[in-house]
């Protein structure tokens, strides 16, 4: 079977994760499809192959696929409502050759801009290879539609991990001092919590002996105290939250600061500014940062980035938000400093993030003022 490929596939280090071979590329040439252009999905960073008449498709055929390779491709691309469909394409000697590639059902998905594949292999390429692991190691325990569900969260988690790979700091012993004998999936969802077993290497230089650990693998997550230091004033949220209730809390709905999961492809500023636009209705003008740390690391991957943000709190700032879609009820609430500063000083805040971000301001906040 010869199969078209003209997306994100193109990028050979998801090619050779997706099919399972990674001599793959000694198998393509080039091959182009007149009358048809490859565009950016609308809202989505993946593309599609759609007819206009003044363009040409361009791509490559991969010749020879197997019956595995192509049951693993088809379970990537059915993930995005993907089907084989055979055409026929002209190779470099302007030859028609018969293929078949991955195309979505008329009116699936509505064409944005043309594609630009070295700006998506820039932004989102070594993401996305991290990814497409998860989702083809699921391969065999959920259908290409249940992947497809999660594959969001999937390139939340790729995002994570590869913003992780940059980071610094820390003792003289790193990851070369880990092995990892063995990592089981017990639950793929929105999270993901994993079983390992692993030795590690002791502070007197031996390894330890077989130690059997579960993770919870999260997000990494911007969060924001919204703060106008003309009128002195802080912005804090309140939504019910699940941890809260499960734990037996009588009182499962939590004051915060604005917070969010960060994005594929936006940054930790980014993703702030973001979500107190999406949580409160209000616009940073600009951000502090306080700290970039792990919440809980003997447990959980999450990461949080915690930021003050600077913006503008007049009366009737306050409101209820939230995205229906992820079927969020938060109510916010501007406070005046003093206020915020007794209760934050006689312990009534439960949110570790709000501690922080709370009393880094009280240290900062003058000099924020006096700048404002």
């Known amino acids: 079977m010869d199969l078209f490929i003209f997306g994100t596939l193109l990028h050979m280090p998801l090619l050779e994760v ?8 000694k198998r393509i040439t080039w091959a182009v499809r007149p009358g048809y252009r490859v565009s950016r999905v609308d809202g989505h960073e993946f593309p599609m192959m759609h007819e206009d008449a003044d363009s040409v498709a361009e791509g490559v055929v991969i010749e020879g696929l197997s019956d595995t390779q192509l ?6 691309e059915k993930a995005f409502d993907y089907d084989r469909v055979d055409f026929v394409v ?9 293929v078949t590639a991955y195309v979505p059902a008329q009116g699936r998905w509505t064409p944005a801009e043309p594609w630009n594949r070295q700006q998506w292999i820039s932004e989102l390429g070594a993401v996305t290879k991290i990814a497409a692991r998860e989702a083809m190691a699921a391969l065999g325990t959920m259908t290409a539609q249940q992947m497809g569900a999660l594959y969001e969260s999937m390139m939340a988690r790729a995002a994570s991990q590869h913003r992780a790979a940059s980071s610094s700091g820390g003792g003289g012993m790193g990851r070369a001092d880990v092995h990892l004998i063995e990592a089981r999936k017990q639950y793929a969802g929105f999270f993901n919590v994993e079983e390992l077993d692993f030795t590690f290497r002791r502070f007197d230089g031996s390894m330890s002996e077989p130690v059997n650990r579960a993770v919870f693998v999260g997000v990494d997550a911007a969060i924001v105290l919204p703060y106008d230091p003309v009128r002195d004033r802080v912005m804090l949220v309140e939504q019910f939250r699940p941890g809260a209730y499960f734990r037996g809390d009588p009182n499962p709905w939590t004051m915060e600061p604005v917070a969010g999961r960060i994005d594929p492809g936006e940054g930790p500023e980014e993703a702030a500014i973001r979500e107190a636009k999406e949580e409160a209705g209000i616009n940073i003008s600009s951000l502090q940062c306080v700290s970039a740390a792990y919440p809980s690391p003997g447990s959980t991957t999450e990461h949080f980035y ?6 503008d709190l007049p009366d009737g700032a306050e409101g209820i938000a939230g995205k229906l879609s992820e079927a969020e009820d938060i109510r916010s609430q501007v ?3 003093a206020d915020f500063d007794d209760a934050l000083n006689a312990g009534e805040y439960r949110l570790l993030p ?3 971000a709370g009393h880094w301001l009280a240290r900062n906040r003058e000099t924020l003022r006096a700048s404002a």
């Open 71 to 76: 049951e693993r491709l088809d379970f990537y």
């Open 335 to 337: 406070m005046d400093w």
């Open 18 to 25: 997706v099919s399972g071979d990674c001599d793959i590329a």
């Open 354 to 356: 709000l501690l922080v």
């Open 306 to 311: 915690v930021f003050i943000g600077i913006t």
């Open 90 to 98: 002209l190779d470099k000697d302007q030859a028609p050759r018969s």
